[in-house]
């Protein structure tokens, strides 16, 4: 839970995009859907009082960004795609963000599954994943 009252929300919902993604065989030679929800926590009370876009959170950028990494990567697994989605956003001004990445009909009988995950700035200093700022690896 995100403690902090000076942050609001920019929310970007039901971003489709495609990519290779999966543990089985098969899901490494295909893309598939995958559904991606962003909540970026962040201070709008400047942009709001100025009207002056220079103190936005891009989040069309925010959005190319991501599609850039699904088109480039392939993880094994959600929970990777999520933390990495997760550093794009925070390196792109959000101080805080919850991410869910869903996998449409992977499961029968349900319409959906994945992961959502809250992540901080502070939640990835001195991550060793490889993964750089941008969420590359």
């Known amino acids: 839970m995100i403690d902090d009252d000076r942050l609001d929300k920019v929310i970007i919902r039901d971003l489709l ?9 098969w899901e490494r ?21 100025t009207d002056d876009p220079a103190h936005i959170l891009d989040y069309k950028a925010v959005t190319k960004a991501v599609l850039a990494h699904v ?7 959600v929970e990777r795609l999520a ?7 925070l390196a792109r001004g959000a101080e805080h963000v919850t991410v869910c990445v869903e996998k449409p009909g992977a499961v029968r009988f349900a319409k ?10 502070g939640d990835f200093d001195g991550d060793d994943s490889g993964g750089d700022a941008e969420g590359g690896p």
């Not at 933390?83 to 956003?89: F, L, P, W």
């Open 17 to 25: 995009v495609r990519g290779v993604i999966g543990l089985n065989d």
């Open 71 to 77: 088109a480039e990567h392939a993880p094994l697994l």
């Open 112 to 121: 959906s599954v994945g992961v959502e995950i809250t992540r901080s700035r």
């Open 83 to 89: 933390a990495d989605v997760a550093r794009i956003c």
């Open 29 to 49: 030679t295909v893309e598939q859907d995958i559904l991606i929800n962003l909540t970026l926590f962040v201070d709008t009370r400047a942009a709001g009082r």
